[in-house]
C-alpha cells in the first residue's frame, strides 16, 4: 500500500470514469484533492487495484477503483478480502449490492454520503415555479451586473481572480480546517494537470465568484468547487447556469456532490430540486 500521489492520475484515471455510476468519488481528482482528508492510499492485492480511505466519521474502508470491476467473481474476492483490515467496503453503488449476499454481508446508507445529483437543462434555466426564485436571483444578477464578463479558468488572469474570491470567501470561517478551502485552493494550483473545467465571473475588473468541475462519467459532470462573493446578489445562481450552459449537450446530468451533514449545505442543494440522489453503500462483514 502507497500513498496516493499525482503520478497515479496516469494508471487510475480511466479506470474510475469507466465506472458506470454518478458516485462522485469515482474521480481522481476528488480523490487527490482530498487524500490529506481521507488519508488516501493505492493498494494492489492479488493483480487487483484498490483504494484505501478513512471516511469523516472516522472509518476505514477499501473502495473498487471502478464499480464494473464488481461483476468478476475474482476481483470481488480480493476485495472482501480486506475486510480483514478495514472496517467497510465503500462507497458501493445501489445496483452493486446484488454482487454482495446478504446472507454474508451487511448494508448501510448515510444521508451525508449521498451526492445532489440535476438534469444539466434545470440547472441552465432553473424551469417552473418552484425554481422561480433561482431564475428570479439570475436574472438579478444580469441586472445590476451588466458589464460581468466570464474568463476561462485557463488564463492566468481567472486563476488570480478564483484565488482573491476563495480567500475572501475563506475569511468568513474560523479555520481552513472546517472548510475546503485547502482542496479548492489547490485545484486552482493544478488546473492544467487534473484536467480540470471552469471559470471566473468578474464584475468590471473585480473578480465575484468561480466554478470548477469536471466529466465524471460520460454523461455526468461534476461541480467540484464553487465559490462567490455574497455581497453580489445572484452570483450562484449565474455561476450553475453558465457553468450548465457550457457543457456540451451530451452531459444530461450534473453532480453536485454530499452534504457531508451541514445543515446549511443540504438546505442549499435541496433547493435547487435534485432529480435523484446518489446512494452510496457502506458495506459491512456479518
Keep these: 500500500m502507497k500513498p496516493l500521489t499525482l503520478d497515479d ?10 465506472s458506470g455510476d454518478f458516485l462522485s468519488e469515482y474521480c481522481f ?31 476505514s474502508y477499501v473502495m473498487p477503483c471502478c464499480q464494473k470491476q464488481l461483476a468478476s467473481p475474482e476481483y470481488r474476492e480480493a476485495l472482501t478480502a480486506q475486510l480483514s483490515q478495514v472496517d467497510m467496503i465503500f462507497p458501493v ?18 444521508a451525508e454520503d449521498l451526492d445532489y445529483i440535476y438534469a444539466r437543462e434545470k440547472m441552465q434555466f432553473f424551469p417552473g415555479r418552484r425554481l422561480q426564485n433561482k431564475r428570479n436571483l439570475l436574472y438579478q444578477f444580469l441586472k445590476y451586473y451588466p458589464d460581468h464578463r466570464t474568463v476561462d479558468l485557463s488564463e492566468t488572469e481567472a486563476k488570480d481572480g478564483a484565488v482573491a474570491v476563495l480567500e475572501r470567501w475563506q475569511s468568513s470561517f474560523d479555520s481552513e480546517e472546517s472548510t475546503d478551502y485547502e482542496p479548492c485552493r489547490e485545484a486552482l494550483e493544478l488546473y492544467d494537470e487534473l484536467g480540470l473545467s471552469g471559470f471566473t465571473v468578474f464584475d468590471g475588473e473585480k473578480p465575484a465568484g468561480f466554478l470548477v468541475g469536471e466529466p465524471i462519467q460520460d454523461d455526468v459532470f461534476a461541480f467540484h468547487f464553487a465559490k462567490g462573493d455574497k455581497s453580489v446578489k445572484g452570483i450562484y445562481q449565474f455561476l450553475f447556469s453558465t457553468a450548465a450552459a457550457r457543457l456540451s449537450e451530451k452531459f444530461s446530468y450534473v453532480n453536485m456532490e454530499q452534504d457531508l451533514g451541514s445543515l446549511p ?22
Design 265 to 286: 449545505l443540504r438546505a442549499s442543494k435541496s433547493s435547487y430540486l435534485p432529480d435523484m440522489m446518489a446512494q452510496k453503500y457502506r458495506i459491512f462483514k456479518r
Design 9 to 18: 492520475k496516469a494508471k487510475l484515471e480511466s479506470i474510475l470514469r469507466n
Design 93 to 110: 453503488s445501489a445496483k452493486a449490492l446484488a454482487y454482495f449476499g446478504e446472507e454474508s454481508f451487511r448494508f448501510e446508507s448515510m
Design 29 to 59: 481528482s476528488n480523490l487527490y484533492l482530498f487524500r490529506r482528508k481521507h488519508r488516501y492510499a493505492v493498494e494492489e492485492s492479488g493483480g487487483c487495484l484498490f483504494i484505501r480511505g478513512v471516511s469523516y466519521d472516522g472509518l
